[in-house]
């Protein structure tokens, strides 16, 4: 580097190239929302501000045609009310018509979302039980 180059006066924290951070968001919070959101900002490993901004760009940048955890669980149910009603009949040796077959779709269809909830309600479950032991 030259000696006569120089730097030009950046803020402090201020990272070279980027577009400078001078706009604010808030939001309010209950005392239970803040310590959740403060326990997965600790979790990752970075300030509260930090994690919030980087969920809300995550969401912000995320396509509307992108599958969430909630859709993609719910296509997993819905294999797994498949295969077990599929396979069920077929591990005791019978066979399925065509028509059980249809049936069997249209229960996995018309049910899979409502299972996949209630097993994420699960899991939601055992992780808050799971933090306060």
């Known amino acids: 580097m030259p000696l006569d180059h ?11 190239g980027r577009e400078s951070r001078d706009q604010s968001l808030n939001t309010k919070l209950t005392l239970t929302e803040f310590e959740a959101v403060k326990a997965a900002s600790e ?3 970075r300030a ?7 969920v809300i760009l995550k969401e912000v940048h995320s396509s509307s045609v ?6 993609l669980m719910t296509e997993i149910i819905g294999l797994q009310l498949f295969l077990t009603n599929a396979l069920a009949p077929i591990v005791c040796g019978e ?5 059980q077959y249809d049936d069997l ?19 939601i479950e055992e992780k808050k039980e799971a933090s306060h032991a």
Do not use: C
């Open 105 to 123: 779709m249209r229960n996995v269809k018309t049910n899979k979302r409502r299972a996949a909830q209630e097993v994420i309600a699960q899991y």
């Open 48 to 54: 509260i501000g930090e994690w919030a901004r980087e």
């Open 66 to 71: 992108s599958l969430g955890a909630e859709h």
């Open 95 to 99: 066979h399925i018509s065509a028509e």
């Open 6 to 16: 120089v730097e030009p006066n950046r803020k402090k924290g201020a990272v070279r």
């Open 43 to 45: 979790t990752d490993g």
